[in-house]
Nanobody, 123 residues
């Protein structure tokens, strides 16, 4: 069992930045690929970014490439999402998730989820 707690969300103006954190506890953090997902009101949950167990590889959805950066610190059991040049369409609840199987952007591969943190970008 892995417990995940997100933090760092908030209200920011378009063009601004936020850094989300996700603290993990329970099983060995480095055994899990990690991902960030988001869900806007009235929309389905969508992938944002993912990172391998060791942090050597990352992947992003096209709309955030060049603006968002996922990283992890296995010594601190934490994964981060640095979000720059934020746009109103980035407004959503952001979730981190852990996968004991495959690395990637498919939410079905992730068995553990946090409660989410709200990100609101004003225009």
């Amino acid at each position: 069992q892995v417990q995940l707690v997100e933090s760092g969300g908030g209200l920011v103006q378009a063009g601004g930045s936020l850094r989300l954190s996700c603290a993990a506890s329970g099983r060995t953090f480095s055994n899990y690929a990690m991902g960030w997902f988001r869900q806007a009101p009235g929309k389905e949950r969508e992938s944002v970014a993912a990172i391998t167990r060791g942090g050597g590889s990352t992947t992003y959805r096209d709309s955030v490439k060049g603006r968002f950066t996922i990283s992890r610190d296995n010594a601190k059991n934490t994964v981060y999402l640095q979000m720059n040049s934020l746009k109103p369409e980035d407004t959503a609840v952001y979730y981190c998730a852990a996968s004991s199987s495959r690395f990637g952007l498919d939410p079905m591969e992730y068995g553990y989820w946090g409660q989410g943190t709200q990100v609101t970008v004003s225009s």
